[in-house]
C-alpha cells in the first residue's frame, strides 16, 4: 500500500480534477497515506478544488490543504498528518481549533508557518488544553514541538515535548537548548535546527531514567546542507552508543563537537 505521495508527483497531470484526484486518494488507498509533499499536486485541478467543508482539502488522514478566507481554521478530529506548508495560502488565520489533538501524530515542516497563528508573539505565558499549548514561545501539538517564538536565548525543552519536527527551532535568538532530566523526548527530525543559526549548544541533563532519542537523518543540518551554528557542540551525559553521524546528514564536510559530561 503506498504511503508516501513525494515532491512533484502529479506535476504533469494538468488533467487531474477534484473527482478523480478523490477517487485516486481516498478510494485506492488514502486512509494508507501517511504524507503527501506539499507540491505533489502543482498544477492540477485538484490542488485549485473548493471542497464540501469549504475550508480544507484532506486526503485520508491528512489535512493537506487550507484553502479557506476567513481568520480561524479547524483541525477536525481524526486528522492523524498535517502535511508540510498545509497553511501556506492561510495567511489571515488568527485562530486553529484542533478539534482532537490527540489524534495528530506528525507535523509538516513549516505547516503553521504563514499563519498569523505561528507569527504571533508567544513570549507571555498561556495555557490551552492537554493536547496543544503554547507556552513561553514554545507551540506544542500532542508533544510534537512545532515551533519556538520569542526572543529568549537560552531556553528548556518542555518537558512533555516528544518530537522536535522539522524546522522548530527555525529561530536566530536562540544560543542554548536543555534537555531535562525528566525529558520525553524521543524523536528529533530532519532539519530540526535548520534557521538556528546562532545555535551554540544542546545539552542534555543526566536523566533519572533511561533515554533513548532517536534522530532522523540531517537533524544538526541546515538545508543548505551545513551544520547548525558555528561551534555547536551537543553535551551528553554519557557516551552514546551510535554516533550522530547520520543526524549530521553524512557529509564529511560537517562536523559537530560531542562532549561527555
Not at 486553529?96 to 509538516?108: C, L, P, S, T
Not at 532522523?216 to 543540518?221: I, K, V
Not at 551544520?227 to 562536523?255: K, M
Request: glycine fraction near 8%.
Amino acid at each position: 500500500k503506498r504511503t508516501h505521495i513525494e515532491y512533484a508527483r502529479f506535476e504533469k497531470c494538468d488533467g487531474l480534477g477534484p473527482i478523480a484526484g478523490i477517487f485516486l486518494l481516498t478510494v485506492n488507498g488514502g486512509a494508507d497515506l501517511s504524507f503527501v509533499a506539499a507540491d505533489a499536486f502543482d498544477g492540477t485541478k485538484y490542488i485549485s478544488t473548493v471542497p464540501a467543508n469549504g475550508e480544507y482539502l484532506r486526503i485520508g488522514n491528512i489535512y493537506y490543504r487550507y484553502v479557506g478566507v476567513g481568520t480561524s481554521a479547524t483541525i477536525p478530529a481524526g486528522v492523524k498528518y498535517i502535511a508540510p506548508n498545509a497553511f501556506m495560502n492561510g495567511s489571515m488565520v488568527e485562530t486553529i481549533v484542533f478539534e482532537n489533538a490527540d489524534d495528530i501524530i506528525y507535523v509538516g515542516a513549516e505547516a503553521f508557518a504563514s499563519t498569523k497563528w505561528m507569527s504571533a508573539d508567544h513570549t507571555a505565558t498561556e495555557t490551552g488544553d492537554d493536547d496543544t499549548f503554547v507556552q513561553d514561545g514554545f507551540v506544542v501539538i500532542n508533544g510534537i514541538l512545532v515551533a519556538k517564538r520569542g526572543r529568549q536565548t537560552v531556553v528548556e525543552l518542555p518537558q512533555s515535548v516528544r518530537v522536535i519536527a522539522s524546522d522548530a527551532f527555525s529561530n536566530a535568538y536562540i544560543t542554548n537548548i536543555t534537555v531535562p532530566a525528566d525529558t520525553n523526548l524521543e524523536l528529533i527530525e530532519a532539519y530540526a535546527f535548520n534557521g538556528a543559526n546562532n545555535l551554540r549548544a544542546l545539552t542534555f541533563i543526566d536523566p533519572t531514567d533511561s533515554v533513548f532519542v532517536e534522530f532522523n537523518e540531517g537533524a544538526f543540518s541546515r538545508k543548505s546542507g551545513e551544520a547548525v551554528g558555528e561551534g555547536f557542540t551537543i553535551y551528553l551525559y554519557e557516551d552514546p552508543i551510535n554516533t550522530l553521524q547520520s543526524a549530521v546528514s553524512g557529509s564529511d564536510t560537517i562536523a559537530i563537537k560531542i562532549a561527555i559530561v
